[in-house]
């Protein structure tokens, strides 16, 4: 097998996702849908008498699993200039997002660019796969995806560290614009 002479990479980073306003929103939805339950179940619990508590144990359960939900976590995994971003929920379950190699994107540059702000404007798929806690280490990067299905642009926000930009700039140095003699904070 030929041997360019590089080192084989793998790094690994997990940031937890911060609840934002929809988040809480959404829970206060819940609950008030648990109550709504609960009433229901109270008044009409002479006919539902046999099947009252089955029902308040499946709303509560449900009402714990649609929260935990909300519980989010990113993993980054740069391996060799690629980088997949899976979403873990509640530290039960393990989903790929997104799967990016270095030499396929068009840029990568933290949100404070002025190249950000002509991306965020522009006709492309956002998504959010950041923290929701420190803009100033928010990066973002445009490449082509395949989502539901269908290949798209895509702009993705994420919390890279300096290893990570690093090995990203190793493979496409031209469009990463990354300065490792100014790291970034992480």
């Given amino acids: 097998m030929f041997n360019s002479g590089r080192e084989d990479v793998f790094i690994e980073k997990i940031v937890k996702r911060r609840m934002g306003t929809k988040d809480f929103l959404l829970i206060g939805l819940y609950v008030l849908a648990f109550l709504v ?44 200039g690629t980088l997949d971003i899976d979403v873990i929920v509640h530290k039960r379950s393990r989903k790929r997002k997104l799967s990016a190699k270095a030499q396929n994107m068009e840029i990568v540059a933290p949100v404070s660019s002025f190249d950000y702000k002509s991306f965020e404007k522009s006709n492309i798929t956002k998504m959010d796969l950041s923290s929701n806690t420190a803009p100033e280490r928010v990066w973002f990067f445009v490449t082509e995806a395949t989502l539901k299905n269908k290949n798209e642009r895509v702009l993705v926000l994420f919390e890279p560290d300096d290893r990570i930009l690093t090995n990203l700039r190793r493979f496409n140095p031209s469009k990463v614009q990354y300065n490792p003699h100014r790291p970034i904070e992480g």
Avoid: K, M
Avoid at 50 to 65: C, H, K, R, T
């Fill in 37 to 80: 339950v609960l009433y229901l179940v109270f008044l009409f619990l002479p006919y539902l008498f046999s099947f009252a508590l089955l029902i308040v144990v499946g709303a509560a359960y449900g009402l714990y699993f649609l929260i935990t939900r909300r519980d989010l976590e990113y993993e980054y995994i740069c391996t060799n």
